[in-house]
């Protein structure tokens, strides 16, 4: 199992970014897929989920109504658009796979991206 994020970058706040995770070797409708975040410090923490299908998404409450998380399963490809970024957005964001199509804990995620950097400028 591969997983490779792309699109975070450098950008002030209430700016907005992209990120893209390309999956092989686990995809399709039968795996949930999750972004989560580790900032300096501090422990890595769920961002938002969605299940197998796309039909059941899950956000923290401190990215609700800014991120929205989508995954295209043609293209096993799971996006996180990020509106409104604050400072405290800043981390390191990860993407990951469940062996599950419903995974609401970051325990049952058990592969994992490289990371992508995402810094908000105040």
């Known amino acids: 199992v591969q997983l490779q994020a792309s699109g975070g970058g450098l950008v002030e706040a209430g700016g907005s970014l992209r990120l893209s995770c390309a999956a092989s070797?686990?995809?399709?409708?039968?795996?949930?897929m999750g972004w989560f975040r580790q900032a300096p410090g501090k422990e890595r923490e769920s961002v938002a989920f969605?299940?197998?299908?796309?039909?059941?998404?899950y956000y923290a409450a401190s990215v609700k109504g800014r991120f929205t998380i989508s995954r295209d399963n043609a293209k096993n490809t799971v996006y996180l658009q990020m509106n409104s970024l604050k400072p405290e957005d800043t981390a390191v964001y990860y993407c990951a796979t469940a062996k599950y199509a419903y995974a609401g804990s970051i325990n049952e995620y058990d592969h994992w991206g490289q990371g992508t950097q995402v810094t908000v400028s105040s």
């Open positions: 070797g686990r995809t399709g409708t039968h795996y949930a």
């Open positions: 969605t299940s197998g299908a796309g039909g059941t998404t």
